[in-house]
Protein backbone atom coordinates (compact mmCIF):
# COMPACT_ATOMS: atom_id res chain seq x y z
CA UNK A 1 0.00 0.00 0.00
CA UNK A 2 1.67 3.35 -1.06
CA UNK A 3 1.64 6.38 1.25
CA UNK A 4 3.55 9.68 1.54
CA UNK A 5 6.50 9.74 3.98
CA UNK A 6 7.24 12.33 6.15
CA UNK A 7 9.60 14.03 7.96
CA UNK A 8 8.91 14.04 11.73
CA UNK A 9 10.90 14.99 15.04
CA UNK A 10 10.58 13.29 17.99
CA UNK A 11 11.63 15.35 21.13
CA UNK A 12 13.92 14.87 24.15
CA UNK A 13 12.86 13.69 26.49
CA UNK A 14 14.51 13.63 29.97
CA UNK A 15 14.37 12.03 33.75
CA UNK A 16 16.51 11.27 36.54
CA UNK A 17 16.47 8.30 35.53
CA UNK A 18 16.73 8.18 31.18
CA UNK A 19 17.69 10.22 28.89
CA UNK A 20 16.65 10.63 25.20
CA UNK A 21 18.16 13.37 22.85
CA UNK A 22 15.70 14.23 20.09
CA UNK A 23 15.99 13.10 16.49
CA UNK A 24 14.67 13.35 12.96
CA UNK A 25 12.88 10.09 11.45
CA UNK A 26 10.99 9.20 8.88
CA UNK A 27 8.42 6.54 7.62
CA UNK A 28 9.02 5.37 3.94
CA UNK A 29 7.84 1.46 5.24
CA UNK A 30 5.50 0.76 7.96
CA UNK A 31 5.13 -2.69 9.59
CA UNK A 32 7.32 -4.96 10.69
CA UNK A 33 7.63 -8.94 9.63
CA UNK A 34 9.45 -9.80 13.32
CA UNK A 35 7.35 -10.72 16.10
CA UNK A 36 9.29 -9.45 19.09
CA UNK A 37 6.24 -9.62 22.03
CA UNK A 38 8.48 -6.71 23.68
CA UNK A 39 8.70 -4.13 20.65
CA UNK A 40 5.92 -0.75 20.72
CA UNK A 41 5.43 -1.59 17.37
CA UNK A 42 3.19 -4.75 18.07
CA UNK A 43 0.87 -2.51 19.49
CA UNK A 44 1.28 0.21 16.89
CA UNK A 45 0.97 -2.47 14.30
CA UNK A 46 -2.26 -4.04 16.24
CA UNK A 47 -4.02 -0.59 15.59
CA UNK A 48 -3.27 -0.59 11.98
CA UNK A 49 -4.90 -3.39 11.11
CA UNK A 50 -2.42 -6.59 11.65
CA UNK A 51 0.91 -7.63 12.40
CA UNK A 52 1.10 -8.50 8.86
CA UNK A 53 0.17 -4.74 7.23
CA UNK A 54 3.07 -3.67 5.55
CA UNK A 55 3.04 -0.54 4.10
CA UNK A 56 5.38 0.90 1.86
CA UNK A 57 5.32 4.67 0.04
CA UNK A 58 5.56 5.74 -3.41
CA UNK A 59 9.07 5.99 -5.27
CA UNK A 60 8.63 9.42 -6.08
CA UNK A 61 7.27 10.87 -2.72
CA UNK A 62 9.84 8.96 -1.33
CA UNK A 63 12.38 11.03 -3.42
CA UNK A 64 10.98 14.32 -2.98
CA UNK A 65 10.87 13.36 0.65
CA UNK A 66 14.56 12.86 0.89
CA UNK A 67 15.33 15.93 -1.35
CA UNK A 68 13.92 18.03 1.45
CA UNK A 69 16.11 16.71 4.15
CA UNK A 70 18.75 17.75 1.60
CA UNK A 71 17.55 21.16 1.16
CA UNK A 72 16.02 22.70 4.20
CA UNK A 73 18.48 24.40 6.36
CA UNK A 74 16.93 23.04 9.35
CA UNK A 75 18.43 19.65 8.88
CA UNK A 76 22.23 20.28 8.49
CA UNK A 77 24.09 18.52 10.82
CA UNK A 78 21.27 16.08 11.12
CA UNK A 79 20.61 12.68 11.24
CA UNK A 80 17.47 10.72 9.52
CA UNK A 81 16.04 7.69 11.05
CA UNK A 82 15.19 5.94 8.50
CA UNK A 83 12.41 3.83 8.94
CA UNK A 84 14.11 3.27 12.35
CA UNK A 85 10.61 4.00 14.13
CA UNK A 86 8.15 2.60 11.61
CA UNK A 87 9.75 -0.96 10.41
CA UNK A 88 12.43 -2.94 10.41
CA UNK A 89 13.23 -2.29 6.59
CA UNK A 90 16.40 -4.52 6.60
CA UNK A 91 14.01 -7.82 7.64
CA UNK A 92 11.59 -6.85 4.60
CA UNK A 93 12.57 -8.24 1.47
CA UNK A 94 9.37 -5.76 -0.46
CA UNK A 95 11.19 -2.44 1.10
CA UNK A 96 15.12 -3.21 -0.62
CA UNK A 97 13.63 -0.82 -3.02
CA UNK A 98 12.89 1.78 -1.00
CA UNK A 99 16.15 0.99 0.86
CA UNK A 100 18.32 1.57 -1.79
CA UNK A 101 16.93 4.90 -2.76
CA UNK A 102 17.44 6.38 0.73
CA UNK A 103 21.39 5.39 0.95
CA UNK A 104 21.82 5.76 -2.79
CA UNK A 105 20.58 9.48 -2.25
CA UNK A 106 22.90 9.51 0.78
CA UNK A 107 25.93 10.36 -1.09
CA UNK A 108 24.49 13.67 -2.23
CA UNK A 109 24.32 14.57 1.72
CA UNK A 110 26.36 17.35 2.87
CA UNK A 111 26.57 20.31 5.56
CA UNK A 112 26.21 17.61 7.77
CA UNK A 113 24.10 15.37 7.11
CA UNK A 114 23.53 11.55 7.49
CA UNK A 115 21.15 8.57 6.86
CA UNK A 116 20.64 6.20 9.68
CA UNK A 117 19.57 2.42 9.56
CA UNK A 118 18.55 0.48 12.42
CA UNK A 119 17.54 -3.20 12.47
CA UNK A 120 17.50 -6.63 14.15
CA UNK A 121 18.45 -8.69 10.43
CA UNK A 122 21.43 -9.78 9.39
CA UNK A 123 20.39 -9.10 5.72
CA UNK A 124 23.54 -7.65 4.52
CA UNK A 125 22.98 -8.36 0.69
CA UNK A 126 21.37 -4.46 0.10
CA UNK A 127 23.88 -2.71 2.35
CA UNK A 128 26.83 -4.69 0.59
CA UNK A 129 24.98 -4.01 -2.98
CA UNK A 130 24.85 -0.28 -2.11
CA UNK A 131 28.24 0.85 -1.08
CA UNK A 132 29.35 0.93 -5.04
CA UNK A 133 26.58 4.00 -5.58
CA UNK A 134 26.61 5.64 -2.01
CA UNK A 135 28.51 7.77 0.39
CA UNK A 136 29.49 5.72 3.26
CA UNK A 137 30.41 8.15 6.06
CA UNK A 138 27.14 9.39 5.56
CA UNK A 139 25.38 6.70 6.33
CA UNK A 140 25.17 5.27 10.12
CA UNK A 141 24.63 1.22 10.57
CA UNK A 142 22.86 0.38 13.64
CA UNK A 143 21.71 -3.07 15.09
CA UNK A 144 19.70 -3.83 17.40
CA UNK A 145 20.87 -6.90 20.52
CA UNK A 146 19.33 -8.94 23.25
CA UNK A 147 21.21 -12.19 24.65
CA UNK A 148 19.60 -15.09 22.81
CA UNK A 149 16.92 -15.56 25.63
CA UNK A 150 15.28 -13.00 24.49
CA UNK A 151 15.82 -12.84 20.73
CA UNK A 152 14.17 -15.92 20.31
CA UNK A 153 12.33 -14.85 17.04
CA UNK A 154 15.01 -12.80 15.44
CA UNK A 155 18.61 -13.14 14.72
CA UNK A 156 21.28 -14.02 17.61
CA UNK A 157 23.61 -11.56 18.55
CA UNK A 158 26.65 -14.19 17.69
CA UNK A 159 25.37 -13.55 13.87
CA UNK A 160 24.51 -9.65 14.41
CA UNK A 161 28.19 -9.27 15.77
CA UNK A 162 29.91 -11.36 13.09
CA UNK A 163 27.87 -8.90 10.50
CA UNK A 164 29.86 -5.82 11.98
CA UNK A 165 32.94 -7.28 10.65
CA UNK A 166 31.69 -7.77 7.24
CA UNK A 167 30.73 -4.25 7.49
CA UNK A 168 33.41 -2.99 8.68
CA UNK A 169 35.84 -4.34 5.94
CA UNK A 170 33.36 -3.22 3.04
CA UNK A 171 34.23 0.05 4.32
CA UNK A 172 30.88 1.37 7.19
CA UNK A 173 33.00 4.34 8.77
CA UNK A 174 29.88 4.59 11.58
CA UNK A 175 29.28 1.05 12.93
CA UNK A 176 26.65 1.12 15.77
CA UNK A 177 24.41 -1.31 18.40
CA UNK A 178 21.96 -0.84 20.60
CA UNK A 179 20.71 -3.01 23.42
CA UNK A 180 17.13 -2.05 23.81
CA UNK A 181 15.64 -2.56 25.57
CA UNK A 182 17.02 -3.99 28.36
CA UNK A 183 14.79 -6.72 29.99
CA UNK A 184 14.82 -7.91 33.55
CA UNK A 185 14.70 -11.31 33.09
CA UNK A 186 16.01 -14.02 35.25
CA UNK A 187 19.62 -13.46 35.87
CA UNK A 188 19.96 -10.59 34.23
CA UNK A 189 23.18 -9.53 34.76
CA UNK A 190 25.33 -12.19 33.27
CA UNK A 191 23.12 -12.34 30.14
CA UNK A 192 23.81 -8.95 29.18
CA UNK A 193 27.71 -8.68 30.68
CA UNK A 194 27.94 -11.71 28.10
CA UNK A 195 27.11 -9.46 25.43
CA UNK A 196 29.07 -6.43 26.99
CA UNK A 197 31.95 -8.63 26.31
CA UNK A 198 32.07 -9.44 23.03
CA UNK A 199 31.06 -6.61 21.38
CA UNK A 200 33.84 -5.42 19.06
CA UNK A 201 35.39 -2.42 19.67
CA UNK A 202 35.32 -0.48 16.56
CA UNK A 203 31.57 0.13 17.29
CA UNK A 204 31.61 4.00 17.08
CA UNK A 205 28.69 4.06 19.69
CA UNK A 206 26.34 2.11 22.10
CA UNK A 207 22.72 3.00 23.30
CA UNK A 208 21.39 1.34 26.01
CA UNK A 209 16.89 1.45 26.17
CA UNK A 210 14.81 1.04 28.76
CA UNK A 211 11.68 -1.29 28.49
CA UNK A 212 9.06 0.65 27.08
CA UNK A 213 5.48 0.31 25.76
CA UNK A 214 1.99 2.02 25.01
CA UNK A 215 -0.84 0.45 26.49
CA UNK A 216 -1.52 -1.04 23.01
CA UNK A 217 1.53 -2.61 23.27
CA UNK A 218 0.76 -4.25 26.69
CA UNK A 219 -2.56 -5.82 25.53
CA UNK A 220 -0.33 -7.45 22.44
CA UNK A 221 2.47 -8.89 24.40
CA UNK A 222 1.70 -12.85 24.62
CA UNK A 223 4.66 -13.30 27.13
Not at 2 to 21: D, G, N, R
Request: glycine share 6%; hydrophobic share 35%.
Amino acid sequence: MAKTPQIKFFPKHETPEELCPGFYYCNPVSGCSNTCSYCFLQGSMQRAGGKDKISIADDKANLRMLQKFMDNEEYKNQVLGYATETSDILAIPEAEGILMMGMKHARFFNDGRKLLILSKSNNLIPLLEVRKYSKLENIIISFSINPPLICKRTNSPGFILYDLVRLLEAGYKDIRLRIDPIIPIPEWYDHYQYLIEVIPCFVSRITLGTLRATDATYRAMPE
